[in-house]
């Protein structure tokens, strides 16, 4: 990803509609994919793979540390970038999680290291997806949860995927193949952002093109990520709504969104 990118990210993640409400679905998701296997002991273990600036550092770590009658339990997050990394430091504070830079391709974890791997819009910035995907399923235990997201539809492919070096997009289908073929049995799998199929098509064909260029350079791939702003009562009730979301596709699927979230598991031995 781009450097300025990292630093936009930072900048809107905090309130920004988008970010929030991706934490509340991941936050309904983590707590259906604990609530089937709830650990032995204190020693619950997540990997927040690809953690990026840190936002959803909270949401995995207050996740993991309400699970079982005595929570405790701790996170790693790594990325493989070291302008992220700096960036996630902030977040920490007094969070029990290590920060790591490392390869989603070539894990530094022995197998059967952790409970649960969370991997939030990173897969479609990893070009072999299945090495990666064979990786989590590696260093996962057996009965542990890979928790994902990645954005939906190749047709809405745009300058916004290249400024955050994409190799793709999913569809329901290519994304429950990468699955399977690492060796995952996928227990959910459902389109989230439900309202956003039409605003993005009308945004990215119909807007977009019309926009303002910004000058290119060597150093830039592309001409930035489109994050339109919105406003303050906007953004307050897009937040609410995909936090009712979260809670929709706990209990079943969606059937369009702009993104695609899941959970799988690795079977018990």
Not at 8 to 35: C, D, P
Not at 195 to 222: E, G, N, Y
Not at 251 to 256: D, E
Request: charged fraction near 20%; glycine fraction near 8%.
């Amino acid at each position: 990803m781009n450097p300025e990118e990292y630093g936009r990210m930072h900048t809107l993640e905090t309130n920004y509609w988008w970010f929030v409400g991706r934490r509340a679905i991941v936050k309904s998701l983590l707590q259906e994919a604990l609530s089937v296997r709830p650990p032995s002991s204190q020693n619950l273990r997540l990997l927040d793979l690809g953690c990026g600036t840190g936002a959803n550092l909270p949401t995995v770590t207050d996740a993991v540390q309400r699970v079982g009658s005595t929570p405790g339990g701790h996170v790693m997050a790594l990325d493989y970038s070291p302008l992220a990394l700096e960036f996630a430091q902030q977040h920490l504070g007094e969070l029990p999680v290590s920060l790591l830079r490392g390869d989603a391709t070539n894990l530094p974890f022995a197998a059967n290291s952790f409970d649960v791997v969370t991997m939030l819009d990173v897969l479609e910035h990893v070009e072999d997806d299945a090495g990666a995907v064979q990786e989590i399923f590696r260093v996962l235990k057996p009965g542990g949860a890979f928790v994902l997201s990645v954005p939906a539809y190749q047709k809405l492919w745009s300058a916004h995927d290249e400024a955050l070096h994409h190799f793709r997009r999913y569809e329901y289908s290519s994304l429950s193949r990468v699955l399977k073929s690492g060796g995952f049995d996928v227990w959910r799998l459902s389109f989230a952002m439900s309202l956003m199929p039409p605003v993005a098509w009308f945004w990215r064909r119909c807007i977009l093109p019309f926009q303002p260029k910004r000058p290119r350079d060597a150093t830039r791939h592309s001409e930035g990520a489109v994050l339109p702003a919105v406003p303050p009562l906007l953004n307050a009730a897009l937040v609410k709504y995909l936090g009712c979301e979260g809670r929709m596709i706990a209990r079943r699927p969606l059937k369009f969104g702009t993104s695609l979230v899941a959970i799988a598991r690795k079977a018990m031995e």
